[in-house]
């Protein structure tokens, strides 16, 4: 190509070394034909590490920076007569066309064009619903969970998890409407991780289909889960996340933390959850509490005693009182919080949702109504004693 072109060319790559800087943690890759004549050539980059990339190109591999792209891409281009290139980025694509009358640059989104490629008939199987992970668009992140084959279909075993996985993407995509904008990424801190499954979908859902910068940490006693979660965060390139074996009570981020997430943990693990994200100060908290046992044994009241004396009764309002008295909690601290069903009570009784958003310092009323019920109830909540820890 003419030397005026290549210099244009290298113009625009110097862009995309900014935006390669920038969004270092959601780069996938660059892919290069070079074309002479009728014949092409190939040449590949991927991520290497922090500021470095590799690049192949006719059976040659060598490591450059991240500032060495455009000047190795414009070098290359002046032996040939056409170059398209592709640079890809989670839910981003950026087409770079040069040949020796100009240079065009245009943007795709990604997952549109993944979906096509895809091209397969998968949600026919699902049903009529307008599904927020849809099959086509999130292949590789579903196959990684293992909710989809390697052909691209849903496991038949695996469509309930798929609703319900979806489900909460859409109860989450209202938090992360309050949200709104800010400057820098999305700080979200989950509870009690597990293998993450659902965090990996919020991760697809805000950074590949919202365009949202995000970052995740994941925590868990359990040494064999966080490593499971750092196998597969790996192998989707998922960057933007790290995980830690750690006792949550003694955990502090480093970091402002926009949203915590605590799903299915048990008896007072949500409530050492909690009590971390209001030390924090979390903008959002989102809950489904699993097992309750803490209050079975405190509570007492005599009005109700001849109901409670079955045991099966006393368990049942033990469970309520344990999620209400955690929701007026969180309004005592300044959270608006609402408490819904997370999934049908057919799949399970715990189905509850407790989401709450910080709307100032403190709520007095909510303070007293709190102290006054746990006097009446004889009991002493582990979310404030966490709290005040």
Do not use: W
């Amino acid at each position: 190509m003419k030397k005026q072109i290549c210099t244009k060319l290298q113009f625009f790559m110097k862009g995309l070394e900014q935006r390669l800087t920038d969004n270092e943690d959601f780069f996938k890759t660059v892919d290069i034909e070079f074309k002479s004549g009728a014949k092409t050539f190939p040449a590949r980059m991927k991520y290497a590490g922090p500021g470095r990339l590799n690049y192949s190109f006719q059976g040659v591999s060598v490591e450059i920076a991240f500032n060495e792209l455009g000047q190795k891409v414009a070098k290359e281009a002046e032996n040939f007569d056409q170059m398209h290139l592709i640079f890809s980025e989670r839910g981003t694509r950026i087409l770079v066309d040069a040949d020796n009358k100009d240079v065009k640059v245009k943007y795709q989104d990604a997952v549109e064009e993944e979906a096509k490629e895809n091209n397969h008939q998968a949600s026919a199987q699902i049903g009529n619903r307008e599904y927020f992970i849809k099959v086509g668009q999130a292949d590789g992140l579903l196959k990684a969970i293992g909710i989809m084959t390697e052909d691209g279909k849903i496991k038949n075993d695996m469509i309930r998890k798929y609703n319900q996985i979806d489900r909460y993407v859409e109860l989450m995509d209202g938090m992360l409407k309050e949200l709104g904008e800010k400057t820098g990424p999305i700080n979200i801190l989950d509870c009690g991780c597990g293998k993450s499954y659902l965090t990996f979908v919020l991760n697809f859902y805000l950074k590949n289909i919202l365009k949202r910068d995000c970052y995740f940490i994941g925590l868990d006693y359990s040494k064999g889960v966080i490593e499971t979660s750092k196998k597969i965060a790996e192998q989707l390139g998922y960057r933007n996340m790290d995980f830690y074996q750690t006792d949550i009570k003694r955990y502090l981020p480093d970091r402002e933390i926009d949203l915590v997430i605590s799903l299915h943990a048990c008896d007072t693990a949500t409530d050492e959850a909690l009590a971390l994200a209001l030390r924090c100060d979390s903008r959002t908290i989102v809950a489904v509490p699993c097992c309750h046992r803490e209050l079975l044994n405190q509570y007492s009241f005599d009005l109700l005693s001849p109901i409670i004396k079955h045991g099966i009764f006393k368990a049942r309002l033990a469970d309520l009182l344990t999620d209400g008295l955690r929701s007026l909690y969180l309004e005592a601290k300044g959270y608006k919080t609402s408490v819904i069903e997370y999934i049908s009570p057919l799949e399970t009784p715990k189905n509850l949702m407790i989401r709450a958003i910080k709307v100032k310092e403190s709520n007095q009323k909510a303070l007293e109504e709190f102290s006054e019920l746990k006097k009446l109830l004889s009991v002493e909540p582990a979310v404030e004693r966490l709290t005040e820890m």
